[in-house]
């Protein structure tokens, strides 16, 4: 199966739970991105990765963590989940950084998660 | 710090031609990308523009104006299909701020 899958789609936990969302893509594109979408609202970058062990932080990582042991997979960790982190996250890759067309973004389906 | 500004909602009618416009204030600006989504469903791209100008994707076509810090996402010849959400984003060098989108309804 080719693409970018996340798992799992839904997620239901309950508040200072630990939550790891899962992403996986199969093109080796260098990128990986993690994003927050909250109804009616854009995206907002928490973590992106340049390189398998190379991440960096985004616009709002308070509260989450990430690593990239292997190119194709870019977990991301809710230590301890909050009411406020209700919101559904998209990964993307893309072969190469942001800019011009190498930098076209490719967004999985997204995992929709709610915290009691 | 990156901020986007874009009108909420669009209306338009099947077959006529719509604008979403863009404004931006970025500190490091690379380029100005635009993304699709249908409700329930993940953002697809649509264009990007590194260079003032107009490119054109067949119906599609974006705009960008570095010197008034503008872009606009033309789409023509509108279809059903294309009742979306529409976000611009910036790009600043590995990272992508996006703009909090406009929807887009069609109707017949």
């Known amino acids: 199966d080719a693409g970018i899958t996340q798992s799992p789609r839904y997620k239901i936990t309950e508040t200072g739970r630990q939550v790891t969302l899962m992403c996986h893509q199969t093109?080796?594109?260098?990128?990986m991105f993690w994003y927050r979408q909250d109804l009616g609202h854009g995206l907002r970058l928490i973590y992106y990765?340049?390189?398998?062990?190379?991440?960096d932080k985004g616009e709002v990582p308070d509260g989450y963590v990430v690593s990239r042991s292997k190119t194709e997979n870019f977990p991301l960790t809710l230590e301890s989940a909050t009411r406020s982190q209700t919101s559904v996250y998209f990964c993307?890759?893309?072969?190469?950084?942001?800019?011009?067309?190498?930098?076209?973004?490719?967004f999985g389906p997204g995992t929709r998660l709610l915290v009691l | 710090g990156q901020s986007l500004e874009q009108p909420s909602e669009v209306t338009a009618v099947e077959g006529a031609i719509v604008q979403i416009n863009c404004t931006y204030q970025?500190?490091?600006?690379?380029?100005l990308s635009w993304y699709q989504q249908h409700d329930g469903g993940a953002p697809t791209f649509l264009s990007y523009n590194a260079l003032d100008g107009l490119e054109e994707t067949g119906r599609f076509s974006s705009f960008l104006s570095r010197s008034d810090s503008y872009g606009y996402l033309l789409l023509q010849e509108l279809q059903m299909k294309d009742s979306a959400s529409y976000f611009c984003?910036?790009?600043?060098?590995?990272?992508?701020?996006f703009g909090g989108g406009t929807r887009l309804m069609v109707k017949p």
């Open positions: 990765s340049a390189a398998a062990d190379i991440t």
């Open positions: 984003a910036s790009d600043a060098g590995n990272m992508l701020t």
């Open positions: 993307a890759s893309s072969e190469s950084g942001t800019s011009g067309f190498m930098g076209t973004q490719y």
């Open positions: 970025t500190s490091g600006f690379y380029g």
């Open positions: 093109w080796s594109h260098s990128y």
